[in-house]
């Protein structure tokens, strides 16, 4: 695993919009496919992606998770996320934008529909994440499978927690969720994770210097032959 440590913030966002430039740009497939976060990290991220007008006329996305039991339009979906802060600021075709369906009818189809749409495009070109304060990556929480796939999941009481600055209070935040899974991840031909806070120091420590592990899932990341993790010196700090 690369670690890449900086100063703050704006350097891992630069430092992680630079290297997502250039895996693009190394692609020689038709399209590039990229696995996208939400949540607070990748804010800045979108921001330089829109700020440079990336073009994104060949770029399939496939986003990692979604919340059940509230609407797509409800401003705390992950849709409306992706639509805020990228989507409708760049030129993706809205064909190539997958995002779990959080109110299908049925959710196991859902799930297995998503994973075997992933297939059918190749697999992701780049799969770029953030980490949890309790190592979660994606919806993946502790206990999570190494060999996990797309699925319905409960949402932990810490992620519950984490997530009410988004809501109105913690009893707003959905207890469940569609997810891509641990190995949907680690299928990916190469992964890009950032964090930056010292509130993420403890699952940064795990990630890097702990076994891989169950309990945190984000230290499954280390046995992945292409993986950076960008991190800023607050996460860094029981390094
Ligand atoms: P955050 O969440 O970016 O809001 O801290 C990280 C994550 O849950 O992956």
Known sequence: MRVIILKNYEQVSECVFNHFIASFKKNTRDNFVLGLPTGGTPILFYEKIAKNQVDFSKIITFNMDEYIGISRDNKNSFYSFMNENLYKKVNIKPENINIPNG??????????????????????????????TNGHIAFNEPNSDFSSVTRVVNLTEKTIKDNARFFNSADDVPKTAITVGISTIMGAKELLFMANGKNKAEAIKQTVNGAADKLWPSSFLKNHKNVTLVIDEAAAILL
Do not use: R, S
């Open 103 to 132: 109110e299908a009818m049925d959710l196991e189809q859902e799930c297995k529909k998503y994973e075997e749409k992933i297939k059918l495009y190749g697999g992701i070109d780049l799969f770029v994440g953030g980490i949890g």
